[in-house]
């Protein structure tokens, strides 16, 4: 779907991201990223304007577009 490939382009583009998976279905994305490199704050924001809410697992911060 276009909306997977959105998200997946936009979580790709984030430093020190190293593969992406999103599933439609479940609603979820899977990374793999360097943090040396990147930060889960960059995946967030990589997110933004894309999807309504992104949750890190394991973290309690949301972010509502």
């Given at each position: 779907?276009?909306?997977v490939e959105?998200?997946?382009a936009a979580l790709?583009?984030?430093p020190g991201v190293e593969a992406v998976g999103v599933d439609l279905a479940t609603g979820r994305a899977t990374v793999r990223y360097d943090p040396t490199v990147g930060s889960l704050a960059?995946?967030?924001?990589g997110l933004d304007g894309f999807v309504e809410r992104a949750r890190v697992k394991g973290g309690d911060d949301v972010r509502t577009a």
């Open positions: 779907a276009s909306c959105h998200v997946r790709a583009v984030v960059a995946l967030r924001d």
